[in-house]
């Protein structure tokens, strides 16, 4: 639909959009299950994954014409809560933040954007269109903080890091653990293609098993799927005093009382933790843009496996078997 342009009390920034990445939230937020609308407004412009060219940096300092920016999805809640107030709010404690694309406030699939300076992210120009992947390493650099961080409250020398799911998430947390340097292991159902391609060419290994039948212990395990069996196969599986960092959001599934008490029983024996992490703060966006910049290019450029243009947005939405990365491509980098 035709929207007017930005207004300025948008942000200072004008953006024209290069391209958007969908994720599994645009779709459902499409299916009416998830998402809200701008306050007094019907519609919410999607995309959270953004790119564009700064067209008219505005009285900002610090950017200009032409820079290439991503950017930053959620704003602290108005309150704030503690931890929104000290920028922290990825962990808003009252659940009253906006995100730009998914809560209130409109997201990047516009032809046009505004952002706030301090919510623009820079991204080196040499990176071009793979700049569009900086919002899912955000999510992906803050679950490897959150595990670094708990390691450390006990003598800690992790070798294996487990990553399941081989999605762009499996994939982005595979390529970070190992600029780290880690031994990295990559689980996905896929047995052939491009996902395990994409994996032996980071020098990871590639199982197409479960993950009950591993013949090792990881160290941590970055749960990517959501699926609720292959969440309890990685809490039972992690080696002791390890992690399970949950990023995959599922739903449904079959639970029973005995087997979360199985669960917990092997999580307490072996001093192992389990920690959910979503979203991220202006740190580790920072930290992602490293990583990015870091990473080698044409393995990046396989991720984004689609492109389509915003009049075919409906099949941007459409899940492919051979998906990794979909983007809509509103202008040439
Ligand atoms: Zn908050």
């Known amino acids: 639909m035709d929207m007017p342009e930005p207004d300025v009390h948008e942000g200072s920034i004008l953006v024209e959009a290069i391209a958007v990445g969908v994720c599994g939230t645009d779709v459902e937020i499409v ?3 998830y998402g809200w609308a701008p306050p007094g407004q019907k519609h919410l412009i999607l995309g959270h994954e953004s790119l564009g060219r700064v067209i008219d940096p505005g009285s900002s300092g610090g950017f200009k014409k032409g820079d290439l ?3 930053i999805v959620r704003r602290p809640d108005p309150v704030p ?3 929104c107030a000290v920028g922290e709010w990825d962990m808003c404690r009252n659940g009253l933040y906006t995100e730009r694309g998914i809560k209130e406030i409109h997201g990047f ?4 954007w505004r952002i706030e300076p301090e919510y623009a992210i820079k991204v080196d120009p040499a990176l071009g269109i793979l700049g569009v992947l900086l919002e899912p390493t955000t999510v992906v650099t803050k679950a490897l903080e959150q595990v670094g961080m708990i390691g450390r409250r006990s003598y800690w020398e992790p070798r294996n890091i487990l990553v399941t799911g081989a ?4 994939l982005l947390a595979a390529l970070s653990v190992k600029l780290f340097g880690l031994e990295v292991h990559v689980l996905d159902r896929m047995e052939s293609g491009a996902k395990p391609e994409l994996v032996r060419a980071l020098g990871a290994t590639y199982h197409s098993g479960r993950v009950a039948d591993l013949k090792f212990e990881p160290d941590a395990i970055i749960e990517c799927t959501g699926v609720g069996q292959v969440i309890a196969d990685s809490i039972k599986k992690v080696g002791a005093n390890g992690i399970v960092c949950l990023t995959g959001v599922g739903h449904g599934g079959v639970v029973t009382s005995a087997a979360i008490a199985d669960v917990a029983a092997s999580a307490v024996l072996r001093n192992n933790v389990i920690v959910g992490s979503v979203n991220a703060n202006k740190r580790q966006w920072y930290r992602a843009g ?3 910049a870091r990473a ?4 990046l450029a396989k991720l984004i496996t689609r492109r389509e243009k915003p009049e075919n947005f409906k099949s941007a939405l459409e899940r492919k078997p051979e998906d990794i990365k979909v983007v809509i491509q509103f202008s040439e980098v």
Do not use: A, H
């Open 296 to 299: 080698d290019r044409s393995w």
């Open 290 to 292: 490293q990583t990015l």
């Open 109 to 112: 699939m516009s032809e046009r």
């Open 31 to 33: 299916e009416g299950k």
């Open 69 to 71: 920016v991503v950017g």
């Open 167 to 170: 999605g762009p998430i499996g």
């Open 81 to 83: 809560c503690p931890n």
